[in-house]
C-alpha cells in the first residue's frame, strides 16, 4: 500500500513511490509505437496485394501469410493499448493491482497471438521453400523438419502459458494469484524463441547452400544470396529475446524489464511477416517495371509515325539525324 492505493509488489528501500508521476522506459515505449506501426502498414500491404492479383501461386502464398499476419498485427494493437494505456511498461511497485491486472490480461492474451502467428508464418516459410527444393529430398526432409519443429515448440508453449495456472484465469488476472498453483512459464517462453531462432537459421543455411551450387550462374547467385541472406536478420530478435528472457528470470520486477523482451517478440514476428513478403515486392517491382517499358515502347511506335497527304503515312527514321533526312512520301 502506497498513497493509500494498493500496489502490486512493495517498492524498494530506495525508490520513493509516486503514482502520480510514473517512471518509464520513453525509448522502449516509442519503438513499440514505431514497430506497432510497421505491423500495421505490413496488412495493408497485403490486402492491397488481393486487389492487384499476381501470379496463382504467389496468390496462394498470400492466402496462407494472411491468417498469421492479421494474428500478429491484432497482437500488436494489443500490447499499443497496454503501453498506451495501462502504463505496462513501469515498475511493478508503481502500478496498482487493478491496472497490473488489466495490463497483465492484454499482454497474455498478445503473446497468444504472437505465438500461433509466428508459427504459422513460419510454418509458409517452410512450406515455400520445400516445394522450391523437390529434386533435392534431403533439403526438403530438413525443412519439414523444421517446419515440425516449430509447430511442435509453440504448440507446447502455446497450451503452456493457457493452462499453466490452476484455477486456468489465474494466468492473467493478478488478483488470484495468491491461491493459485502455477508452474514456471519461463521455460516455455525460452523454448518457443529458441525453436524460433534455430529454425531461421536452419532454412537459411538450407537455401544458401543450394544458392552456391555451380549450377547457377554467378547472376543468378547474386539474387538468389540478396534474397535469401536477408533472413540471416529473423533471428536476431529471437536471440535477443532469449537473452531478456535469461536475464531477467530471478527478477520480479517483471512489467519493467520484460518490455524489451515484448520489443524484440513484436520485431521478430513483422521480420517473419515481411521476408514472407520479398516474392512478392519483386514481382511487383517487375510488374511495373514491364508496364513502363511497354508504355515507352508504344510510344515510340506512336512517335515513329507522323501522318501524310492522301490519309498515308510514313515512318521517320529512327535517328532524327540521320543524314539522309525525312523520307520522302509519294
Known amino acids: 500500500m502506497a498513497n493509500g492505493t494498493k500496489g502490486l509488489m512493495a517498492p524498494s528501500e530506495s525508490h520513493d513511490v509516486n503514482f502520480y508521476n510514473l517512471q518509464k522506459n520513453a525509448i522502449i515505449i516509442y519503438m513499440i509505437y514505431c514497430v506497432c506501426a510497421v505491423g500495421l502498414l505490413v496488412l495493408f500491404f497485403i490486402l492491397a496485394l488481393f486487389l492487384r492479383g499476381g501470379s496463382r501461386e504467389r496468390r496462394s502464398q498470400n492466402y496462407m501469410i494472411l491468417p498469421p499476419c492479421i494474428l500478429t498485427t491484432v497482437a500488436q494493437l494489443i500490447i499499443f493499448i497496454a503501453v498506451l494505456f495501462f502504463d505496462h511498461n513501469v515498475h511493478a511497485w508503481e502500478k496498482s493491482l487493478d491496472t497490473a491486472t488489466r495490463a497483465t490480461t492484454l499482454v497474455f492474451t498478445a503473446n497468444i497471438f504472437l505465438i500461433s502467428g509466428t508459427a504459422l508464418a513460419r510454418l509458409v516459410i517452410c512450406i515455400t521453400y520445400s516445394s522450391l527444393l523437390t529434386p533435392f529430398k534431403w533439403a526438403r ?54 525453436s524460433g531462432a534455430v529454425a531461421d537459421v536452419i532454412v537459411m543455411a538450407v537455401m544458401l547452400y543450394h544458392c552456391l551450387s555451380p549450377r547457377h550462374s554467378w547472376k543468378d547467385k547474386a539474387v538468389l544470396l540478396t534474397h535469401f541472406s536477408s533472413g540471416l536478420l529473423l533471428p536476431i530478435p529471437a536471440v535477443a529475446r532469449l537473452a531478456i528472457l535469461a536475464t531477467a528470470r530471478e527478477d520480479p520486477d517483471t512489467t519493467f524489464v520484460l518490455a524489451p523482451a515484448i520489443l524484440c517478440f513484436i520485431i521478430e514476428a513483422n521480420l517473419v511477416i515481411m521476408y514472407n513478403l520479398i516474392p512478392d515486392f519483386k514481382e511487383q517491382m517487375d510488374s511495373e517495371d514491364s508496364g513502363i517499358n511497354a508504355e515507352h515502347n508504344a510510344d515510340n511506335n506512336i512517335a515513329s509515325r507522323v501522318p501524310c497527304p492522301g490519309e498515308k503515312q510514313c515512318h521517320v527514321a529512327s535517328s532524327l539525324g540521320s543524314p539522309g533526312g525525312p523520307m520522302e512520301v509519294d
Not at 149 to 157: D, G, I, K
Request: with cysteine; glycine share 8%; aromatic share 14%.
Open 141 to 194: 526432409y530438413v525443412i519439414r523438419f523444421t517446419g515440425g519443429l516449430v509447430v511442435t515448440a509453440s504448440t507446447a508453449a502455446w497450451f503452456a502459458l493457457l493452462f499453466a495456472c490452476k484455477p486456468i484465469d489465474a494466468a492473467w488476472d493478478l488478483r488470484l494469484s495468491g491461491e493459485a498453483q502455477c508452474i514456471d512459464r519461463y521455460p516455455f517462453h525460452i523454448l518457443q524463441a529458441g
